[in-house]
C-alpha cells in the first residue's frame, strides 16, 4: 500500500471509530442500524435495499402457441457493443420458464400514465392460468412475442446469450435485436410506482369477516405466517417492503 495512502486511510478510520463512540449508539440501535468493526466500522442500514432505484417493464414471451407476460423491475443496459440487456427474474415465474424454451423477450417499458389495473393484470395473476394479452391492444415483435402497446414508452425485443441461476432468481443476458420509441412520455419508475400509482390501502384493509391467518408478496408469492405484518417487513426473498403484501384469509 502507498505510504500516503495508508497514513490517510489510517486517519479516516480512525476519525471515524472516534465519531461512531462519541454518538448515541443506544440512540442508532433503536433506528435499527447495526455496527461492524472488523478491520473498518460499516454502517448499514437495515432497509437500504429498498432505497435502490428501478424501471416499471411488461417482460414478456412466447414459445409455440404459448404467451407469457409478468411485471419486472429489475432490468437494466448490460453491455453497448452489442447492446445488451440484463433482466432478473423471479425463479417460480411462469414468464421465466418460458423464456428459457423460447430465448427471446420483449420488454415494454412502463409510462408514468400507467394505471395501477394494467400493472395489477400482468403483475397479480399468472400466465399459466390466463391470456394476459387477450382484450388488449398489443403489437407482434421481430422475435414474434406479443408487447404491450397502450401505456408503454418504448419496446426492447431480445435474444437470450446467457442464463444465469442466482437461487431465487433466473437472469438473463440478451442481445438487442430491435427497439422501438412508441410515445415520450416519461417512464414510470419503481419509485413513481409507489408514490402516484399503486394504491395506498392495497393490502391493508382486511374483510371484516374474515379473518387474516397469513401475508403474501405480490412480487415473488412468499407468504409470512402470521396475521399481523411489521410495517418495515421486507420479504426475505425479492426484497420487496410490507406494502406489496396481500392479506391470505382462513
Not at 489510517?10 to 447495526?34: L, N, P, T, W
Not at 427471446?104 to 417499458?109: D, E, Y
Request: glycine share 6%.
Amino acid at each position: 500500500m502507498n505510504f500516503g495512502l495508508h497514513i490517510g486511510y489510517s486517519c479516516v478510520v480512525s476519525f471515524y471509530h472516534k465519531e461512531i463512540h462519541r454518538s448515541d449508539m443506544s440512540s442508532a440501535a433503536r433506528k435499527g442500524r447495526q455496527f461492524h468493526t472488523s478491520g473498518c466500522a460499516k454502517l448499514m442500514e437495515v432497509n437500504v435495499l429498498s432505497k435502490m432505484s428501478y424501471g416499471m417493464y411488461i417482460l414478456s414471451s412466447k414459445y409455440r402457441d404459448r404467451s407469457s407476460a409478468c411485471v419486472v423491475d429489475a432490468c437494466i443496459q448490460a453491455g453497448s457493443d452489442p447492446n445488451k440487456v440484463l433482466v432478473s427474474v423471479m425463479h417460480k415465474n411462469f414468464t421465466r420458464k418460458v423464456i428459457e424454451k423460447s430465448g427471446v423477450f420483449c420488454l415494454a417499458i412502463l409510462a408514468e400514465n400507467c394505471p395501477f389495473e394494467v400493472i395489477k393484470h400482468f403483475g397479480y395473476q399468472s400466465s399459466k392460468n390466463v391470456d394476459k394479452f387477450d382484450g388488449l391492444t398489443t403489437f407482434t415483435d421481430i422475435n414474434g412475442v406479443p408487447c404491450l402497446l397502450s401505456y408503454v414508452c418504448a419496446s426492447i425485443s431480445v435474444r437470450v446469450t446467457d442464463i444465469i441461476d442466482i437461487g431465487s432468481h433466473t437472469v438473463f443476458i440478451g442481445k438487442v435485436k430491435d427497439q422501438k420509441l412508441l410515445t415520450n412520455a416519461m417512464p414510470m419508475t419503481y419509485a413513481y410506482y409507489q408514490a402516484n400509482v399503486k394504491p395506498k390501502d392495497l393490502g391493508k384493509s382486511a374483510d371484516a369477516d374474515k379473518k387474516i391467518v397469513a401475508w403474501r408478496c405480490t412480487v415473488c408469492g412468499f407468504v409470512y405466517n402470521d396475521p399481523v405484518l411489521p410495517d418495515d417487513y421486507l420479504c426475505p426473498v425479492c426484497g420487496q417492503p410490507s406494502s406489496d403484501f396481500v392479506p391470505v384469509y382462513e
